[in-house]
């Protein structure tokens, strides 16, 4: 093939169409030259063409990702929920309720149920699993992508750290807000009614089993005045707040229960959390791995709405004693309580409840004020106490009751716990006349019926 053939060399240059093109300058003719050289050589033409439409594709390539950036912006929202969170829970408890999602993956989790007569029953929630979901919440469309961060732990549960994103339309952002409010009132409808217990798990507090059935303060017989008088003094301190704040004073108040075996301390206690509407924290003291930095941790982390309850105090430092003799160490030493007690330092209000059968072992250091501020003798049995029980356990049975009240004093009993009243009860529910023939069981504290 020649190099001359017209279809595949190069055009010439037509010269007098460039001149013409100018306006006879040489810049003028330079610039028509080239102009005429890029429209007259196919190659030129070609290859600009190719490369015009390539810039053009990536600037509209460019422009689609910004804009879609843009959109996203403007147009969407994102609210995460990071699995440290309390509303963590509550969101995938309440997704797994919720009727209106697709999703492909679940997870299961088993909870316990306790049924009002004690029973204890096994129920499976599937919850959403890692991955996306969709849900229709009040109208808006939602993304819910639950993601696992696969190499952070949290070391508190052994659990992975987890978020959850949820992602809807910006118009429809107010729903995040009544979506988190259901979820928080499902979760605490679950607890209405109950009391949750925590104990110390490591540095930390955890829930023990589930959340109890509240205990009516009723139900729990002190003698005379005695349950008033707390519940009214506590009653008088939480309302107290301002007072405390305005004066510098720490706010929290610590109370003492004394008294001998089964006279109710720690009922009563768990039925005033119930009847504040508070959760209980117990601490064991006398737990051989506390130290006192951990106290001091635990202490200072109660959860909110709490009271701390520290059973048999005297208890703890008897073993101390001892097991320091026998050369093994328990963790608390006796200033580290009392440095725990005082260095509660908290803006919102804490009450600790101690209780003991033997307040005679207690270092005096313990009982000054501002560590215990309140304390009172639950004793055994006084007569206004039996009657109580009595017709608490047999309703409108008053002719019997004047009849056991007899009995009762007839025969001077001496020193009966309200618990050995209650095993008399129990064991005669239905029939008082029994309980009655009964009466003299009650001369020894270890009968089992
Ligand atoms: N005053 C009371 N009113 C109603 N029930 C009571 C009373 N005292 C004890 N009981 C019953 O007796 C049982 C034991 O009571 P509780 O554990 O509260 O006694 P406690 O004073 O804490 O004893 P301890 O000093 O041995 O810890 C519970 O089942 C409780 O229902
Ligand atoms: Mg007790």
């Not at 610039?31 to 190659?43: D, K, V």
């Not at 879609?68 to 969407?76: A, C, D, E, T, V």
């Not at 679940?106 to 204890?120: A, K, M, P, R, Y």
């Not at 720690?266 to 508070?278: H, K, P, R």
Request: glycine share 8%.
């Amino acid at each position: 093939m020649s190099a001359s053939s017209p279809s595949s060399g190069p055009t010439p240059l037509d010269f007098e169409k460039i001149k013409a093109n100018s306006d006879g300058s040489y810049t003028g003719m330079i610039r028509s030259g080239i102009s005429e050289a890029l429209t007259s050589n196919p190659y030129f033409a070609a290859g600009g063409g190719l490369m015009l439409l390539g810039t053009g594709l990536a600037l509209a390539r460019q422009g689609l990702v910004k804009s879609s950036g843009f959109i996203y912006r403007r147009m969407l929202v994102d609210l995460e929920i990071p699995s440290k969170d309390k509303s963590y829970l509550w969101f995938l408890e309440w997704m797994s309720q919720y009727k209106h999602r697709s999703s492909r993956h679940l997870s299961v989790e088993t909870n316990f149920v306790q049924h009002d007569n004690g029973s204890i029953s096994t129920k499976f929630s599937l919850v959403p699993g890692p991955g996306k979901h969709f849900i229709k919440y009040k109208g808006a469309y939602m993304l819910v992508n639950r993601e696992r961060s696969g190499k952070l732990l949290d070391m508190t549960s052994g659990t992975p750290f987890e978020t959850v994103t949820l992602t809807t339309l910006y118009s429809d952002r107010h729903v995040f807000n009544d979506l988190l409010l259901e979820a928080k009132q499902l979760a605490l409808k679950a607890r209405e009614g109950k009391t949750v217990l925590y104990t110390s798990w490591g540095p930390e507090w955890r829930p023990f089993g589930q959340p109890r059935k509240k205990r009516m303060i009723e139900s729990v017989i002190l003698d005379e005045n005695v349950a008033d008088g707390i519940v009214n003094d506590v009653k008088d301190f939480l309302s107290s707040g301002d007072w405390y704040h305005k004066r510098g004073i720490p706010y929290r108040r610590g109370y003492l229960l004394y008294g001998p075996p089964g006279s109710g301390k720690t009922s009563f206690i768990q039925a005033l959390a119930g009847e504040l509407d508070y959760n209980i924290c117990i601490l064991n003291l006398s737990e051989n791995n506390l130290t006192d930095d951990r106290l001091n941790h635990l202490m200072n982390h109660i959860p909110e709405r709490s009271i701390l309850l520290l059973e048999d105090i005297d208890a703890a430092f008897n073993k101390r004693e001892q097991s320091e003799e026998k050369g093994y160490t328990s963790g608390v030493t006796f200033s580290g309580l009392l440095n725990a007690l005082d260095g509660v330092a908290s803006a919102e209000e804490c009450i600790t409840f101690m209780t003991t059968n033997h307040p005679e072992k207690l270092d005096p250091a313990l009982l000054r004020p501002g560590r215990v501020d309140y304390k009172v003798l639950v004793d055994n049995a006084t007569d206004f106490q039996v009657k109580q029980m009595f017709l608490r356990f047999y309703e409108n049975e008053e002719e019997m009751c004047e009849l056991f009240m007899e009995k009762f004093r007839q025969l001077n009993l001496g020193k009966v716990s309200t618990a050995q009243l209650q095993g008399l009860f129990v064991y005669n529910k239905r029939d008082p006349e029994s309980a009655i023939r009964m009466i003299e069981s009650l001369k020894n504290p270890n009968t089992v019926f």
